[in-house]
């Protein structure tokens, strides 16, 4: 399906196709520990956070495994000061590092 949006507002999605026709569903009705939901079979855990340079920022899931996406949105502007941007995965855990100086916030979203 190409050319298709989502909006997610937490219990309701709703997804626009390349033929303008509307889908919707609700989440699944797992609970998560970790305040996490389901979406479409999809575990989805959000937050913010602020870089770190080279030393990181850690932030915890109960995922278990590393099979999961991360996306990573720088939330002001950084001055040309992020670098590049990098991911390590853990089972439990990620780390974002940015090579560049800039400690401006960003928001991620976990997907699994």
Do not use: C
Not at 31 to 43: E, I, L
Not at 68 to 90: M, R
């Amino acid at each position: 399906m190409a050319n298709k949006l989502k909006y997610w507002t937490g219990t309701l999605w709703i997804q626009i196709d390349a033929n303008n026709a509307n889908h919707a569903a609700t989440a699944d009705s797992a609970t998560h520990a970790d305040d996490a939901t389901t979406v479409g079979g999809k575990y989805i855990k959000s937050g913010s956070s602020t870089f770190n340079s080279t030393t990181g920022r850690t932030i915890a899931h109960t995922v278990g495994n590393t099979a999961f996406e991360i996306s990573i949105t720088p939330t002001a502007n950084p001055g040309g000061y992020l670098g590049e941007v990098w991911v390590i995965k853990a089972a439990n855990t990620f780390t974002v590092y940015n090579s560049g100086s800039s400690t401006v916030g960003f928001d991620w979203v976990l997907t699994n």
